[in-house]
């Protein structure tokens, strides 16, 4: 199979790494980085990026589309070009995967019409916005779209959909193989149950991460040379 991970100026790393550590470890995967053009990605905190090795323009056709979340989601939304090709890969996918608010681009391309999914609790008025039918999940399926809640969630969402793909034990394995088994330091699991310090916090976050946006083009001028693997 091959997945694509679509990259785009101010995602958030673990929404796109989360999901790649557990799929591109099932046997016969082929992984590819892309994004508009290829070269150096910048993430939202401006202190780290990915490499697109494909472009929208030559990357082929996908088994697996798979498009995380992050401050820079908004200005993809704004791309109708961006939104056409990601629209005419998903009509040859197997599955498509959204991550936090980046399933709101799976919704404004049109491929959510009529289906349910979940997303980062702070964006899921704006996803009801696209007449999606919301659900407060970790993780959820709607037919071929798979789709995943708040950042780490995409670790939850890649073991379940290496379960769909290549069966329980696959998932079992890959599950114990990254060790995942989270005990977090703090009771508060779900926003739910500290709703107003996780909506002071997303007001912070969403803050700092505009205020980087603004001030800071991505990783603009800085060279770029991909060589393939020998």
């Not at 799929?23 to 780290?48: K, N, S, Y």
């Not at 995380?68 to 056409?84: E, S, T």
């Not at 073991?159 to 696959?170: R, V």
């Amino acid at each position: 199979m091959r997945l694509g991970i679509f990259l785009f100026d101010g995602l958030t790393l673990l929404d796109a790494i989360g999901g790649y550590e557990v799929l591109a470890r099932l046997p016969g995967m082929e992984t590819v980085f892309f994004a508009e053009e290829e070269g150096l990605i910048a993430a939202d905190t401006r202190a780290l990026g990915l490499t697109a090795t494909a472009s929208l323009e030559n990357i082929g056709s996908l088994d697996i589309l798979y498009i995380p979340g992050g401050p820079g989601v908004d200005r993809v939304l704004n791309k109708p070009h961006v939104l056409d090709v990601l629209r005419r890969l998903d009509e040859g996918t197997t599955w498509t995967v959204g991550i936090c608010n980046g399933v709101g681009i799976l919704a404004a391309a049109g491929m959510l019409d009529g289906q349910s999914a979940t997303t980062n609790y702070f964006y899921r008025d704006d996803l009801a916005k696209y007449g999606v039918d919301v659900v407060p999940e970790r993780y959820h399926r709607s037919g071929k779209y798979v789709t995943g809640a708040g950042v780490s969630a995409s670790i939850d969402t890649g073991l379940y959909l290496a379960g769909e793909i290549g069966g329980e034990m696959a998932g079992k394995t890959l599950q114990l193989g990254i060790e995942y088994y989270p005990s977090p330091p703090y009771q508060e699991t779900t926003p739910e149950e500290a709703p107003d310090r996780s909506k002071a916090l997303v007001k912070a976050v969403e803050g700092m991460s505009a205020q980087i946006l603004a001030q800071e083009p991505g990783f603009a001028g800085r060279s770029f040379e991909w060589k393939p693997p020998a």
